[in-house]
């Protein structure tokens, strides 16, 4: 009976190792579907981002802004056709030829002097009279209507302006400021989102491959398990072994089976995390082809490549320098409230051609000429206090934008901190961990050959065995920490300020032109335990 238990467990232990060889593991869950490497991952996320998506939408935005605001360098040029068709008008009466004209006859141009013929019959010299009368109260007294245009039917005009802003008070040199300072912080938003998105896309991948590998280590232990309990039981039907060995038994395969049931739930969500990352169907099989010890992965270079960077852990942190862009777009902002008390000076030009055609055709028409020149001077003598509440509330934005700065330095200097005290943890760690995985796999040999010579329990080498998956749990956790602390150490001056402020550089002000702020996405923190986080909770170690 001793001899077939023995062979019993050289067989478990057999299957064990396979499954928890190198390469095993990974794409267990996922057998047969589609390899997806973490640099496969990398390189397709970018394009599947919403964030960097948003990010690079604002860095269109502030380009059109900046050239908004630079456009008032340059003269404003503007053009116009008209066609007016009168139906009806006051001055139609003088001209006679208008449209509310009810008279037949044309309007004389000349009556002449009227001079009474003595010689006529009474009835002739009444009517003589009287077409006289008529024809004076007719007749224009400046000359003809007919080249003026009161009462014209159609009319139409061709005309083109062109005006120039000379002197503004500095109003349009400072909002050319302010949009400049609004597109390099969009800039630095789209590399912040860029950075961030590597770092979560790593993060997603490792603990999908974590998840992968803590629920074969469950799977594999709940098998032992399963086997163990076979073995007592039949050991205990013949007598051999004791009922409490059977409790002992019955309990530790009971009390692993939720946990296999919890590793599955978190597989599943880790990888439901990373296919909604790289918009993946949810129903594609994939598997995970890169290993969480591989120490061949250079994961730093791999995303130094992808963002086109070279990594310089002496640049200043980019929220930083999202600040810094703050204080320049309100101290714009100050001047374009302050250069409303200066007067301004601008210059017009209008040139414009006027037709009367007959029958409405803008063709054969004797068109003439209107053309001015005008400059124009404006100063504010009183507007109800306006400029200075707007002078005022630029400056309190300043203010505030100037405190936000040196608070995001402060900020920026602790977290530069952590992350290098996180990377240090990690890489203990790591190395800790190598030892105490061939300590446990040394354990397990011992009592591996103290049950053949049958000095120990089966229970005893099955506690060993689960030590050593232990070891091995850690080890691959530990591995998930450093690859994710040293990326995040060496992506750290693109990314957010871990737990601290949102749009920490971001300027708020009431005035135009106000630049169009991106908040970078909020960059989650936390601690990793054994177990792998779920796909919708808190973060790892970075």
Request: some cysteine.
């Amino acid at each position: 009976m001793r001899e077939r238990s023995g062979i019993s467990m050289m067989g478990l232990v057999w299957m064990l190792m396979r499954v928890m060889a190198p390469g095993a593991v990974q794409g267990q869950a996922a057998s047969g579907g589609q390899g997806l490497s973490l640099e496969q991952a990398l390189r397709s996320a970018e394009a599947a981002s919403e964030q960097v998506a948003i990010a690079r939408a604002g860095v269109m935005r502030s380009e059109g802004e900046h050239q908004r605001a630079r456009s008032e360098y340059f003269p404003q040029a503007f053009g116009s056709v008209s066609f007016t068709r009168t139906l009806a008008s006051e001055f139609s009466s003088l001209s006679g030829g208008g449209p509310d004209s009810t008279s037949t006859d044309p309007a004389p141009t000349d009556c002449g002097t009227f001079t009474p013929d003595v010689s006529l019959p009474l009835s002739s010299r009444v009517d003589s009279l009287e077409a006289a009368v008529r024809c004076q109260s007719r007749a224009n007294p400046f000359g003809s209507f007919d080249d003026l245009p009161f009462g014209r039917e159609n009319i139409w005009r061709f005309d083109v302006s062109v005006s120039q802003t000379l002197f503004s008070g500095g109003r349009v040199q400072a909002q050319s400021a302010v949009a400049s300072a609004s597109r390099r912080q969009a800039e630095l938003a789209l590399a912040s989102a860029r950075a961030e998105l590597m770092l979560t896309v790593t993060e997603a991948y490792y603990d999908a491959a974590l998840a992968d590998r803590l629920l074969r280590i469950s799977e594999a232990t709940l098998q032992q398990a399963d086997t163990t309990l076979a073995q007592v039981r039949l050991a205990r039907d013949v007598g051999e072994e004791s009922e409490f060995e059977l409790l002992r038994a019955q309990v530790t395969r009971d009390t692993q089976e939720p946990l296999v049931i919890q590793r599955r739930a978190d597989f599943e969500l880790a990888m439901l995390r990373l296919e909604q990352l790289l918009n993946l169907p949810a129903d594609e099989e994939i598997t995970l082809t890169t290993e969480l010890s591989d120490t061949d992965l250079t994961v730093v270079q791999l995303a130094g490549e992808i963002l086109g960077v070279e990594f310089d852990s002496t640049l200043i942190r980019v929220p930083v320098r999202q600040a810094e862009e703050g204080v320049r777009i309100n101290e714009g902002l100050v001047r374009v409230a302050r250069s409303q008390r200066l007067p301004s000076l601008s210059l017009a030009f209008s040139y414009g051609r006027v037709g009367y055609p007959e029958n409405g055709s803008p063709f054969d028409v004797s068109y003439r000429t209107n053309s001015t020149v005008s400059a124009t001077v404006q100063l504010p003598i009183f507007t109800g206090f306006r400029i200075a509440g707007e002078e005022k509330i630029a400056r309190a934005d300043l203010d505030e934008a100037r405190a936000r700065l040196d608070m995001t330095r402060e900020l920026a200097a602790l977290d530069n901190r952590d992350a290098f005290a996180r990377y240090t943890a990690a890489r203990a760690t790591w190395e800790a961990s190598a030892g105490t995985v061939e300590q446990a796999e040394q354990a397990y040999r011992i009592a591996e050959v103290r049950y053949r010579e049958g000095i120990s329990t089966q229970l005893e080498l099955n506690d060993s065995r689960i030590l050593q998956q232990q070891a091995q749990a850690n080890r691959a956790q530990a591995a998930r920490n450093l690859q994710i602390a040293q990326l995040r150490l060496a992506l750290l001056p693109y990314l957010p300020i871990s737990g601290g402020l949102q749009g920490s550089a971001a300027a708020t002000s009431p005035m135009q032109l106000q630049p169009q702020q991106i908040v970078p996405p909020a960059q989650q923190t936390g601690t990793q335990t054994t177990t792998t986080r779920a796909a919708s909770s808190t973060g790892g170690q970075r």
